[in-house]
């Protein structure tokens, strides 16, 4: 099932801004690794941040093409 030419602008524009966020988290993900001590607990939670974003990014990413059976 597709989205309609509104739904389709505003799910594109919640795609990108859910990309930015994850490209965002795996900086910070990065820069806590290199630090190294102290902060696993943080580094744990925008793991997890950085899976649901991945998931919501899939689910739109499908909403957004249409299934197309061979």
């Known amino acids: 099932m597709g989205v309609t ?7 594109r ?3 990108a ?3 930015q966020e994850h490209r ?3 900086a910070a993900i990065d ?3 290199l630090n190294g001590s102290g902060v ?5 939670r925008l793991k997890k941040r950085k899976l649901q ?3 919501e990014i899939a689910e739109i990413n ?3 093409l249409p299934d197309i059976i061979a």
């Open 17 to 19: 801004q859910l990309m």
């Open 24 to 26: 965002d988290l795996d």
């Open 13 to 15: 524009a919640k795609l």
């Open 53 to 55: 974003l991945k998931d």
């Open 40 to 44: 696993q607990l943080a580094l744990s």
């Open 5 to 11: 030419a509104p739904d389709e602008v505003a799910a």
């Open 62 to 64: 499908t909403n957004l």
């Open 31 to 33: 820069a806590l690794a």
